[in-house]
């Protein structure tokens, strides 16, 4: 007997349709016989029922309620769950991004390590070296100009901006290294310099020549080759901004060497090119620029005289510090054009993880206003944040009162809701061991590693490293040749990676572009690895320390005391209860600091970290907390009062977060 795939399905059900029809009656029979009625009824569901069967099935009441119940409770629950992740994202913060995460390193690459044995450092010596960073727990690493260049002024006087100078390697090096940092975690910061070329650039060749689109590529007036002062502006390096050119018979300016020229942004062709290359480098994927010498991109047209500080003075000026810089600074125009720079730089920056940083320079002193301005607005962006130098001027005074002075000048000043940074050293000024003391570089990079922001770390730092002395016949800075007393050989000297020849800079040849420091037998990284109380040590702590604690990496900065010696301050974030205090002795002398008036502070409280290791661990009374000149106290405290919400003229915080921590959430509150 054949059958179709149907009458298969049918067969092999409960009940089978026989081909005899009195089969079919007696079956028929059997089955009201056993029912006593007309009732039909079916065995259990069992696997494999066919479809008949199982619908026979799904509609009793039994199997249906418990599957609607079912898939109601699912339906709620991906709408509560829908509705949470909503509500989460709609009160949680703003995650940090990868620049605020690190301090930013910088790298002088003529004096990190040297690969080739020629006495200068370059990019494969950077290479072999990524591991310190990392040691360190280092993320953004900004290495300062390796463009081509007659070097000068040490690669900022550029010759092509899309080449790598030989002294430093090749375009692959370049790649090879930003390639192997991206696969470490590692963001490269480059420098860039849009104020000026080199006179060796092709572009100030076909100015020269007058070539008809590059003519004005430069600033050039008329003057007389026998005295060529168009007016008395000044160069940052001394004398004359302007130079005689026997080429084109006119003078261009130079804010800095006359081998730097200053290009024309006023010339759209000019903003152009800049913009031009901003993309080359970012397409090769680094990770932000440092924009040098912004405030002096733009100079006024109509060129008039500069006022003199000094107007009894004699108007022969050859210092910039004689003149106010009205016409040479600052300029209008000058964030049109950085806004620009960030709008191009923004574009690179959807995908994420790949937010390209933006950071600048610019020295105003005083007038901390046009700093700040470089923050943009809240409705334009601009710089991610300008470098802030103000602890630089340290040295100028070792006490808490002048410690807090130049913190809250920042943080009173700082526009709402940006982010703070901080700078205690460059290749520009004085190395701070040298210039506040050895006895302060700890106390130094404990207040630089736990105030709020990203902080900057010039190389060496992190070991202490000093000045060297340079003689004037080892001078290689061309401001030092101008002037002896301003050269800035003594901070640029080779890093100290050991006690080895040349502190293990070149281990190839006796050669060092400039000397090493004589102290570099003890003061190397090397050394301090194996000394758990070193100054790598520490740095390395609190360095760890910032990026692992919510209240040191986002939380609020309190003021809470400053007097002739100690400066101390507070972090905490609401919803924590553990908090950190304080104390910097940047004193000549211990001092004893009584914190009673401070309610929100425990009686007794436990030194988490000393900078004079032996006192790691004891536990204080808030009435008497010793301090040793130059020492630095980190101490950790629980409390379940905060004390920002009754001090808020003392308090900042970039942008306020509180901790939920049940469900280990922060949440803007």
């Known amino acids: 007997l054949s059958t179709s795939p149907d ?51 799904s509609s009793q009441a039994r199997y249906r309620v418990p599957r609607e119940i079912l898939f109601w409770l699912a339906i709620a629950y991906t709408l509560a769950l829908v509705a949470l992740t909503s509500t989460v994202i709609a009160l949680s913060p703003r995650c940090l991004s990868w620049w605020q995460a ?53 690669g900022y006087d550029v010759e092509d901006f899309r080449a790598i100078d030989p002294l430093f390697g090749t375009m692959q090096d370049f790649e090879e290294l930003l390639t192997l940092m991206h696969n470490k975690g590692l963001k490269l910061i480059m420098d860039f310099i849009p104020n000026h070329t080199s006179d060796k650039h092709r572009w100030f060749k076909l100015s020269q020549s007058r070539d008809p689109h590059y003519e004005d590529y430069y600033i050039w007036t008329d003057c007389n080759a026998t005295v060529p002062r168009p007016n008395n502006w000044v160069s940052v390096f001394g004398n004359s901004s302007w130079t005689y050119d026997e080429v084109r018979g006119q003078c261009y300016l130079h804010q800095f060497l006359k081998e730097q020229p200053d290009l024309n942004f006023r010339n759209p062709h000019v903003r152009q090119e800049m913009i031009d290359i901003i993309d080359f480098w970012l397409e090769k994927g680094v990770d932000g620029f440092r924009m040098d010498a912004v405030k002096h991109i733009l100079e006024a047209t109509h060129l ?57 320079e610019s020295y105003d002193y005083h007038e901390v206003d046009k700093t700040m301005m470089y923050y943009g607005t809240p409705l334009v962006k601009e710089s991610d ?16 009162l ?53 902080p900057t770390t010039y190389y060496g730092e992190e070991i202490g490293m000093e000045n060297i002395n340079v003689t004037e016949s080892q001078i290689q800075d061309p401001a030092g040749k ?20 040349n502190s293990g800079f070149n281990n190839k040849t006796n050669i ?40 040191l990496h986002r939380g609020w900065f309190c003021f809470i005391h400053a007097d002739a010696s100690v400066f101390s301050y507070l972090r905490e974030l609401d919803g924590i209860d553990q908090a950190f205090l304080m104390v910097l002795n940047f004193g000549e002398e211990s001092a004893i600091t009584d914190l009673s008036s401070i309610h929100e502070l425990p009686d007794e409280l436990k030194v988490l970290m000393s900078t004079n290791q032996v006192n790691d661990g004891k536990v204080l009374q808030k009435s008497r907390i010793r301090t040793e000149a130059g020492e630095g106290l980190v101490i950790q405290f629980s409390t379940h009062t905060r004390f920002n919400p009754n001090h808020p003229e003392q308090c900042y915080i970039s942008e306020k977060a509180c901790y939920l921590g049940p469900l280990s959430l922060l949440y803007k509150c």
């Open 7 to 57: 009458e298969e399905g049918v067969l092999s059900a409960a009940y089978t349709i026989s081909a005899d029809p009195e089969d079919t009656q007696d079956d028929t029979a059997e089955k009201l016989d056993s029912d006593e009625a007309d009732v039909y009824t079916q065995v259990a569901p069992y696997a494999g029922m066919p479809k008949e069967v199982l619908l026979l099935y």
């Open 102 to 154: 690190s301090p930013v390193y910088q790298v002088y690459p003529r004096s990190f390590k040297d690969s080739n044995g020629d006495g200068v450092g370059d990019l494969k010596g950077i290479q072999e070296q990524l591991h310190h960073f990392q040691y360190l727990n280092i993320k953004t690493v900004w290495i300062s100009p390796f463009y081509r260049s007659p070097m000068k002024d040490f």
């Open 304 to 360: 008039r005289d500069e006022p003199q500080v000094d107007p009894n003075k004699p108007p022969s000026i050859i210092s910039e510090w004689d003149l106010y810089h009205d016409y040479t600074t600052s300029q209008l125009g000058l964030h049109d054009l950085l806004r620009e720079w960030r709008a191009e730089m923004d574009t690179y920056s959807h995908e994420p993880g790949k937010y390209r940083f933006m950071v600048t």
């Open 385 to 400: 944040f300008p470098f802030n130098f103000y602890l630089l001027d340290l040295p100028q005074n070792t006490s808490g």
């Open 402 to 454: 002048w410690v807090k002075h130049l913190v809250h000048l920042w943080m009173a000043n700082m526009p709402r809701g940006q982010w703070p940074n901080w700078v205690v050293g460059n290749h520009d000024k004085p190395r701070l061991a040298s210039s506040a003391g050895q006895t302060f570089i700890r106390v130094i990079n404990m207040l630089l590693l736990t105030l709020p922001g990203t």
């Open 482 to 501: 101008y002037n002896a007393s301003a050269s800035r050989d003594p901070q640029r000297s080779p890093m100290q990676w050991s006690g080895d020849i």
């Open 512 to 551: 060092t572009w400039l000397p090493v420091h004589p102290n570099y037998r003890n003061v190397n990284v090397e050394a301090q690895k194996k000394d758990e109380g070193s100054v790598l040590a520490q740095y390395r702590f609190l360095n760890t320390l910032h990026q692992s604690e919510l209240p």
